[in-house]
């Protein structure tokens, strides 16, 4: 674990470095705010091992990276997930997040709530992994840290956590007795996060009972 908890604190330092020569990619075209987000949310959920280590310069080229993303103007879809992840990442470690980018991708997503435990992908239900993917994973990790700053969000956490519960549930029960899961929908090469939030309700201790 200290050797791979140091090579990551190493790519995070060379990844934002704009000097250096594997300086990463987190303003053009779309697919950097996808992965920046997925950055952000590896500090989030591990700020003790990531990010208080870092130099005070590596600190700065990280905030920087991610405020740049914001050129990035994301899908009418779970892609608004990933504004508000960076900006949760921002509020936590920079002490400001744009208020709109989170706010906007809460509310489109309780907007989008189809029932028994499951968001749609935007208007629209998909039945696929994204749910585990991005969607609860990442709205319970923004609501988490919104939550630390604002204790009016407890409504919205408690009911994304609920939601969130009822889907782990359900996520249980498609894995066979022989380990095995349905192939549903796109994106099945990201084999796996199809079970992020699985990991996510274990993690906080949140399993239903049954």
Request: charged share 20%; proline share 6%.
């Given at each position: 674990?200290k050797?791979?908890?140091?090579?990551?604190r190493?790519?995070?330092?060379n990844?934002t470095d704009?000097?250096?020569?594997?300086?990463m990619?987190?303003?053009?075209?779309?697919?950097p705010?996808?992965?920046a987000?997925?950055?952000?949310?590896?500090l989030?959920?591990?700020?003790?091992?990531?990010?208080?280590?870092?130099?005070?310069?590596?600190?700065?080229n990280i905030?920087?990276?991610?405020?740049?993303?914001?050129v990035?103007k994301?899908?009418?879809s779970?892609?608004?997930?990933?504004?508000?992840?960076?900006?949760?990442?921002?509020?936590?470690?920079?002490h400001?997040g744009?208020?709109m980018?989170?706010?906007?991708?809460i509310?489109q997503h309780?907007?989008?709530?189809?029932?028994?435990g499951t968001?749609?992908?935007g208007?629209?239900?998909?039945?696929d992994?994204?749910?585990?993917y991005v969607?609860?994973?990442?709205?319970?990790?923004?609501?988490?840290?919104?939550?630390?700053a604002?204790?009016?969000?407890q409504?919205?956490?408690?009911r994304?956590?609920?939601?969130?519960?009822?889907?782990?549930?359900?996520?249980?029960?498609?894995?066979?007795?022989e380990?095995?899961?349905?192939?549903?929908g796109?994106s099945?090469a990201?084999?796996?996060?199809?079970?992020q939030?699985?990991a996510?309700?274990?993690?906080?201790?949140?399993?239903?009972?049954?």
């Amino acid at each position: 674990r200290k050797k791979y908890i140091a090579l990551a604190r190493i790519c995070l330092h060379n990844a934002t470095d704009p000097k250096g020569p594997d300086f990463m990619n987190f303003n053009s075209g779309g697919q950097p705010l996808v992965d920046a987000a997925f950055l952000a949310q590896a500090l989030l959920r591990a700020p003790h091992q990531l990010w208080d280590p870092l130099d005070d310069q590596t600190k700065t080229n990280i905030i920087a990276a991610l405020k740049s993303t914001r050129v990035i103007k994301p899908g009418y879809s779970n892609w608004l997930l990933f504004s508000g992840m960076i900006e949760a990442a921002l509020l936590k470690f920079d002490h400001y997040g744009d208020p709109m980018r989170l706010d906007y991708a809460i509310r489109q997503h309780q907007l989008w709530y189809k029932g028994d435990g499951t968001y749609g992908d935007g208007p629209d239900f998909h039945w696929d992994y994204y749910n585990s993917y991005v969607i609860q994973p990442m709205l319970l990790e923004i609501l988490q840290t919104l939550l630390e700053a604002d204790k009016n969000q407890q409504g919205n956490f408690n009911r994304a956590l609920q939601r969130a519960r009822r889907y782990a549930a359900v996520q249980e029960r498609l894995i066979s007795p022989e380990a095995t899961y349905p192939p549903l929908g796109r994106s099945l090469a990201y084999r796996f996060g199809a079970f992020q939030l699985l990991a996510k309700i274990t993690l906080l201790k949140e399993l239903p009972d049954g």
